[in-house]
């Protein structure tokens, strides 16, 4: 390949990599016709670490904003959050999730990774889940990687309608409309 080629290429990566942060070297390979030793030697040549690595790196700052669940109540990967705005995570799907006999994920850790999402958007200590209008569309598999990403509507005081969408690659697999609430002073027990 011509180095102009090379450094089209670099310029493509560096931007697709940008916007999607946690696109694998073999996803990158597919998209660019090339091999993944091309795609993670040029990584390497331009400096942008691993996928593990701009895993950590993103979730790290997202992490940091987290304000109403501590980190090991989150279900997935934090990828990135917005308060107030917008956020996603990864859920990868693993054994302990998964029906024995049908090797599908039960659905309760779909239903908890999008309304854990929902709750920390919501910039408050305290956030509960009021209702949810929400449809499961296909089955997750054993091993599938779940994206699940979330968008406030709107909000009238303490109340927020939050719209989550859950992805497996391109085919959407949830899909709903949360109404949740930020609470102000801890609750009486």
């Not at 493509?12 to 597919?30: G, V």
């Not at 598999?141 to 709107?154: D, H, N, P, Q, S």
């Amino acid at each position: 390949m011509t180095r102009h080629h090379k450094h089209e290429r670099h310029q493509a990566l560096r931007e697709e990599i940008d916007k999607n942060p946690f696109s694998t070297d073999e996803e990158l390979a597919k998209h660019f016709g090339v091999s993944v030793s091309t795609i993670r030697l040029d990584r390497t040549e331009l400096n942008i670490p691993e996928l593990r690595e701009r895993t950590k790196a993103v979730a790290h700052e997202a992490y940091d904003t987290l304000k109403s669940l501590g980190e090991a109540e989150l279900v997935g990967e934090l990828r990135d959050l917005h308060i107030g705005e917008s956020g996603s995570t990864l859920l990868k799907i693993e054994e302990s999730m998964v029906l024995s006999k049908a090797r599908v994920t039960r659905g309760h850790h779909l239903f908890a990774q999008a309304n854990s999402l929902a709750i920390a958007m919501v910039d408050a200590e305290i956030v509960l889940t009021g209702s949810v209008d929400m449809k499961f569309l296909r089955p997750v598999r054993y091993g599938e990687t779940v994206l699940a990403e979330g968008k406030v509507l709107r909000r009238k005081g303490n109340k927020y309608w939050v719209e989550i969408t859950a992805h497996v690659n391109q085919d959407l697999v949830l899909n709903g409309t949360w109404v949740v609430f930020a609470v102000e002073k801890p609750l009486e027990v």
